[in-house]
């Protein structure tokens, strides 16, 4: 191949791509071509559309400068009628001025002597029926406030399921077999004495029930401790009085942690927060306490509940009537403490504890012995008697029974060198621990006899009821 040739073929294959390129350059600049007239096209549309907007703006704002010159001059019309209106109503009362002067001169009587006797003569002629319209207007107000106030109450009672417990004043403790028995005696007795002084309670064993102990006392709080302490006690076998001692003090802890715990869950059923901790431990103590037979932080869980409840149907504050009905009986806890009712110690409490002053005043009217200032204060008070008045609540001998037992046992303590009281054999029997160091002999016995006479003008019993005095001086040394 020559030359020539080669060159011939290369300047054809150049001269197909630059043909090719050509033809595709001209292929984009037409496309290009296309897209600028696409453009100007929108551009146009878009320029029209704006000349339309500008003219229905200028539309919109030339109908309502219109409209508004239209309202002002409306305006204007209204104004003029009310100036006319007024001065025709100042001619009139002018006129009616001018009437009743000329008739108070023709009558002889002034506007208001002449209204009181028409009115005592219609009332004199028409009493009876505006009495029996009064009476029937009362009557169907009443009954459409009451029927209403059982839709709300029954409303709340059928959504309240809460359980109803009644407290007993023993408990039953099964031991793993008889031999503990002797050992919780102990030695000439020595064991259980020492066990009822430091507890509080009585230990009753049945002869024909041998592995059986009844735990005998009125406080639920001292009851437990016994039932925890004696479970401690079988478990560690060394049954004796510095063991006994021991298992006493941790029994006390653990109620300490369960009353916390108590509590806690009390609020949490709720849905309260924020309460202070040791208020907290305050309300847990009501799980150990008892009125009329009724478990009391069970009873202010029910009257919370309630309350909240009753307070919804009524659009009430729920928040303040939860809160009220739950701390409503919250002086109980320490009420054999302090000296004041119930209701007097709780507002100190609350109070104590930042709480908020309408939740006070709402909880502090139950009773009555304040009166209520809010729709929340009814509200408890309602809520209160509900849940003290469900079948099997409560039950007022127990509460008559207990009550006795708690007056005994103040009676002892008010006497000066009196360290601990014990109420027992079911309030026939009343233990009184005297200090050694401070009460001698005689002044036990002349104790003995004055807390006799006290109970004898205080306190309301059936029977008798032995009053022992008990004078235990303890002399420790050590060999060494």
Not at 300 to 318: R, Y
Request: net charge neutral; glycine share 6%.
């Amino acid at each position: 191949m020559t030359l020539k040739t080669l060159l011939l073929i290369i300047f054809s294959f150049l001269a197909g791509v630059l043909f090719s390129f050509l033809i595709k350059f001209q292929k984009e600049k037409i496309t290009l071509e296309k897209e600028k007239t696409a453009l100007k096209e929108k551009e146009i549309a878009l320029k029209k559309k704006e000349r339309h907007f500008f003219e229905k703006k200028e539309e919109i704002e030339k109908e309502f400068a219109e409209k508004e010159r239209d309202l002002k001059e409306k305006e204007k019309e209204i104004l003029e009628k009310k100036k006319q209106i007024l001065e025709k109503e100042r001619k009139l009362q002018e006129k009616e001025k001018e009437i009743e002067r000329k008739l108070e001169e023709i009558a002889g009587l002034k506007k208001e002597e002449a209204k009181e006797k028409i009115f005592a003569e219609i009332e004199k002629e028409y009493q009876k029926e505006i009495l029996e319209w009064s009476l029937k207007l009362e009557k169907e107000k009443e009954e459409k406030y009451l029927k209403r106030a059982r839709e709300i109450l029954v409303s709340a009672m059928q959504r309240l399921a809460l359980p109803v417990v009644q407290e007993t004043s023993t408990t039953n403790y099964f031991l793993p077999n008889a031999e503990f028995r002797g050992k919780i005696i102990g030695k000439e007795g020595r064991n259980i004495r020492t066990f009822e002084r430091l507890t509080g309670v009585e230990l009753i064993l049945d002869e024909e029930t041998p592995e059986l102990v009844i735990i005998s006392c009125f406080d639920p709080v001292r009851r437990e401790i016994a039932k925890i302490a004696l479970d401690k006690l079988i478990k560690d076998g060394r049954i004796q009085p510095a063991k006994i001692e021991e298992k006493v003090k941790e029994a006390e802890k653990e109620i300490e942690e369960e009353i916390k715990r108590a509590g806690e869950e009390a609020l949490t059923q709720l849905g309260i927060v924020g309460i202070d901790p040791n208020l907290v431990k305050i309300l847990g103590r009501l799980k150990f306490r008892t009125s009329f037979g009724q478990n009391v932080l069970q009873h202010s869980l029910e009257v919370a509940f309630l309350a909240q409840m009753i307070a919804s149907e009524i659009g009430a504050d729920q928040k303040v009537a939860k809160i009220a009905g739950l701390f409503h009986d919250i002086g109980k806890a320490i009420d054999h403490q302090v000296e004041g009712s119930h209701v007097q110690i709780g507002m100190k409490i609350l109070e104590k504890f930042g709480i908020d002053k309408k939740i006070i005043s709402a909880m502090k009217s139950h009773h009555g012995e304040f009166p209520p200032e809010s729709i929340e204060a009814v509200i408890v008070q309602i809520a209160d008697q509900i849940s003290g008045a469900r079948p099997g609540a409560r039950k007022e001998t127990a509460q008559e029974y207990i009550k006795r037992l708690e007056d005994l046992e103040k009676i002892a303590l008010s006497f000066h060198g009196v360290e601990k009281a014990f109420a027992v054999e079911g309030g026939r029997e009343l233990r009184v621990l005297v200090k050694a160091n401070e009460v001698d002999d005689f002044e036990a016995q002349k104790i003995a006899k004055e807390i006799a006479r006290r109970i004898e003008e205080e306190v309301k019993y059936p029977g008798v009821i032995k009053v022992q005095v008990i004078r235990e001086f303890r002399v420790i040394e050590y060999a060494k």
